[in-house]
């Protein structure tokens, strides 16, 4: 049950984390023929942001815990490059 706890808040983390990248994606945007955002600072440091969770799972020593959150990180970035992406706003 511990585990489930665990990767429930690690998908909430990387969820939160892989959002911010998935809004100002610049292929995304190119793909659907919208104007690519320019602010490209913190991509790199929110995807390591994003696997944080499953490096503090796998301290815990719960394997299967860090199996249910590698497959739940990807379920969610799949899931949010489903969306088509919003046009960026002229003031960001």
Same mark, same amino acid.
């Not at 489930?4 to 983390?13: E, F, H, R, S, T």
């Not at 969770?53 to 739940?72: C, D, E, K, R, Y």
């Given at each position: 049950? /511990? #585990?489930?706890l +665990?990767c429930?808040?690690?998908?909430?983390?990387?969820?939160?984390? !892989?959002?911010?990248?998935?809004?100002? #994606? @610049? $292929?995304?945007f190119?793909?659907h023929? !919208? @104007?690519?955002?320019? #602010?490209?600072? +913190?991509r790199?440091? !929110?995807?390591?942001?994003? &696997?944080? @969770?499953?490096?503090? /799972?796998?301290?815990?020593g719960?394997?299967?815990a860090?199996?249910?959150?590698? %497959? %739940?990180w990807?379920? &969610? %970035?799949?899931?949010?490059? &489903? $969306?088509?992406? $919003? $046009? @960026?706003?002229?003031?960001?």
């Amino acid at each position: 049950m /511990i #585990d489930l706890l +665990y990767c429930l808040m690690g998908w909430i983390v990387s969820g939160l984390c !892989l959002l911010f990248i998935a809004r100002r #994606d @610049p $292929k995304r945007f190119r793909a659907h023929s !919208l @104007p690519v955002p320019t #602010d490209q600072r +913190y991509r790199g440091l !929110l995807f390591l942001a994003s &696997l944080l @969770p499953g490096v503090a /799972i796998a301290l815990t020593g719960s394997v299967s815990a860090v199996i249910m959150w590698a %497959g %739940g990180w990807t379920v &969610l %970035g799949w899931l949010l490059a &489903l $969306k088509r992406p $919003k $046009k @960026p706003n002229a003031t960001v």
